[in-house]
């Protein structure tokens, strides 16, 4: 166990907002929980008692004969605020005075970094280029992204759980954007920082960054092993796997979909639920990807004269 | 006065004198007199300055504690008039907001300040840029401090956004009628993160360097339009006309690519942005304000038009 490179990773300047990072989402991922249980508590009371459901207040935190409704802005929100910046300057100021910015040598093209990182927020794009060419990883798939979070407004027909937290009334939405933030973002992030060493080779927490690590690693495509020889071959196998994946992804998607959620299903446009269902596979298709490569050592499944994937 | 000149014209200069020394007279008596009341009661009011025309016309409405005064306080108010003057008493509650959305605003005034006064002291040419960054830490009263700030703000705030995206979320509040403004939200955290990466560059040292390379070389691979994407070759693409080109005003990160990373991290983005943020802040209060947290919803009322219930 080398603590000292553990501790040169973590105590990095630029690595610090990673290392504040994992508490605080920790922290508001209780929070949110928190509040989920208690309002998921409270739903399954009312809807086991519809008469209670009628007259039964509807909050945790219910209100109360001789309360106000509303309250002034002035002073009970802006003192909040007030307080919120207060308390984000004192932090910056502590942060400021005790961590320096880094700065390093004078760019130099000639002498490469390794191993060169992107800034610490587009590490999980970094490591999707293990797996996939840089026109998925670094182009696609930040468009997927951006778009896939565009559409959820206009794919997610479920009324409920609108303006509070729960768990039981979005298990479907709550568990997708889960998967997507904090596995396929969030740990990509976590990967690239501590894991990663130089050649982007896969170093273990405490493990010495070798710089001279060689790793005998050959990658095979995926029609090699079949023994798929001639390019036409090449594309059209791999058109068949990249198709059946969606084909038969789609249908074992929509078979669990129909099922768990009837309600979602039944409100789902044609339109939504394609939509729907492209981005849940492509998304499942990253760490299945990713599988392949790790385990099996699979580089790539289509290849053409254009493009590999 | 005694001997005033009846015949109008030929007044001799006996009249004249005693009609001066009269005045003068009065004069002196008003300085003894006038004055020091006029500076009494000026004194006096003093003493409630809130009377003054100075402070009237700057604060347009009394501020002792009635419930009025409270409202005006917002309403009057160029820089509060975002909020309504009365709110849901739930709305304020901390665990449910997360309060980041708030902080991310706070911290691009953080960074907009810093980066004013850092801009004061940099030049973005490659002989200059690194040479400045070592200026302003080790020479810049403060330099240090205010170098440091800008960095840890600009990371503090891309935390704070995808926090702020995380909660709303999770509370359901992009759905009806807020889908709109979740959009204006995906916009402004994908500006977020160009803001943060132009300005990674800056320093001209091998961090900034190196990343910006790593990020830009991505787009040699863009479909159709780089010159190692596919189809990019078919189309005509070179490393000298390609996207990549367009984006570092060059076929390497170079002078110009130092220069249109400088001018989109201080003008060109942060304009955009606040646009955006323009229209997400406005957004927030016609779509009803914060969006609760809210009475729970029962999965049998799920289709029905919703009910009123506290």
């Known amino acids: 166990m080398d603590w000292r490179q553990l501790w040169d990773i973590a105590s990095t300047p630029d690595n610090v907002p990673i290392v504040g990072l994992i508490p605080l989402l920790a922290f508001y991922c209780y929070l949110a929980w928190k509040q989920a249980k208690a309002n998921d508590e409270l739903i399954g009371e009312l809807e086991a008692n519809p008469a209670m459901a009628k007259t039964h207040h509807r909050k945790t935190w219910p209100f109360r004969p001789g309360w106000q409704k509303e309250i002034h802005v002035w002073p009970f929100l802006l003192r909040i605020e007030f307080l919120a910046a207060i308390i984000v300057t004192i932090v910056l100021m502590v942060w400021s005075i005790t961590l320096n910015a880094p700065m390093e040598e004078p760019a130099n093209p000639n002498l490469t970094m390794n191993p060169a990182k992107a800034p610490w927020y587009f590490l999980g794009l970094?490591?999707?280029?293990?797996?996939?060419?840089?026109?998925?990883?670094?182009?696609v798939m930040p468009t997927?992204?951006?778009?896939?979070?565009?559409?959820?407004?206009?794919?997610?027909?479920?009324?409920?759980?609108?303006?509070?937290?729960?768990?039981?009334?979005?298990?479907?939405?709550?568990?997708?954007?889960?998967?997507?933030?904090?596995i396929l973002w969030v740990a990509m992030i976590i990967i690239g920082t501590f894991i990663r060493g130089p050649g982007w080779q896969w170093f273990w927490p405490g493990q010495t960054w070798d710089h001279n690590r060689l790793i005998y690693e050959v990658n095979i495509d995926l029609p090699d092993i079949f023994?798929?020889?001639?390019?036409?071959?090449?594309?059209?196998?791999?058109?068949?796997?990249?198709?059946?994946?969606y084909l038969l992804g789609g249908f074992v998607v929509h078979?669990?979909?129909?099922?768990?959620?009837?309600k979602d299903y039944q409100r789902m446009s044609l339109l939504q639920y394609s939509t729907m269902m492209i981005f849940m596979l492509t998304m499942i298709a990253l760490p299945l990807k990713m599988m392949l490569r790790l385990a099996f050592n699979i580089k790539y499944v289509w290849i053409t004269p254009w493009f590999n994937v | 006065m005694a001997d005033e000149n009846k015949n109008g014209k030929n007044g001799n200069q006996a009249s004249l004198l005693v009609k001066v020394k009269a005045g003068i007279k009065e004069d002196v008596q008003s300085l003894k007199t006038d004055l020091p009341a006029k500076a009494k009661e000026q004194i006096e009011g003093l003493k409630d300055p809130t009377k003054t025309q100075v402070y009237t016309s700057i604060f347009r409405h009394k501020h002792d504690d009635t419930p009025?005064?409270?409202?005006?306080?917002?309403l009057s108010n160029v820089f509060l008039h975002l909020h309504p003057a009365k709110i849901n008493r739930d709305a304020v509650r901390y665990s449910y907001t997360w309060g980041m959305g708030g902080i991310t605003f706070y911290l691009f005034m953080v960074l907009t300040f810093t980066g004013v006064l850092l801009m004061f002291y940099y030049h973005p040419s490659k002989v200059q840029a690194f040479r400045d960054v070592l200026y302003l830490e080790h020479d810049v009263p403060f330099g240090k401090i205010l170098r440091n700030m800008h960095r840890w703000a600009a990371h503090l705030m891309v935390i704070a956004v995808w926090l702020?995206?995380?909660?709303?979320?999770?509370?359901?509040?992009?759905?009806?009628?807020?889908?709109?403004?979740?959009?204006?939200?995906?916009?402004?955290?994908v500006l977020t993160l160009l803001l943060s990466f132009t300005g990674y560059l800056l320093p001209d040292d091998q961090l900034g360097f190196w990343a910006v390379t790593v990020g830009t070389n991505m787009a040699r691979a863009t479909p159709l339009l780089g010159h190692e994407g596919p189809f990019g070759k078919m189309l005509g693409m070179t490393p000298y006309n390609d996207v990549r080109f367009g984006l570092l005003g060059g076929s390497i990160v170079d002078a110009n690519a130092l220069l249109r990373s400088y001018i989109w991290h201080c003008i060109g983005i942060p304009i955009v942005a606040s646009i955006f943020m323009i229209v997400h802040f406005w957004r927030v209060r016609k779509d009803g304000g914060i969006s609760g947290p809210a009475p729970v919803m029962l999965a049998e009322e799920a289709d029905k038009p919703r009910k009123k219930v506290e």
Do not use: C
Not at chain 1, 153 to 179: A, C, E, V
Not at chain 1, 227 to 245: C, D, E, P, R
Not at chain 1, 255 to 262: G, T
């Open chain 2, 68 to 74: 009025r005064n409270r409202a005006l306080g917002v």
């Open chain 1, 255 to 262: 078979a669990l979909f129909r099922r768990y959620n009837p």
């Open chain 2, 164 to 189: 702020h995206m995380f909660r709303v979320f999770l509370t359901g509040s992009y759905k009806k009628p807020r889908e709109f403004n979740w959009n204006v939200g995906v916009i402004l955290l």
């Open chain 1, 227 to 245: 023994g798929i020889a001639s390019n036409l071959g090449k594309i059209i196998f791999g058109a068949v796997i990249v198709g059946g994946y």
């Open chain 1, 126 to 139: 970094q490591e999707m280029l293990v797996y996939f060419d840089p026109w998925i990883a670094g182009v």
């Open chain 1, 144 to 182: 997927l992204i951006i778009v896939g979070l565009m559409v959820i407004p206009y794919i997610d027909t479920n009324p409920l759980g609108s303006g509070y937290y729960t768990w039981k009334q979005r298990k479907f939405s709550i568990g997708t954007f889960l998967f997507g933030f904090i």
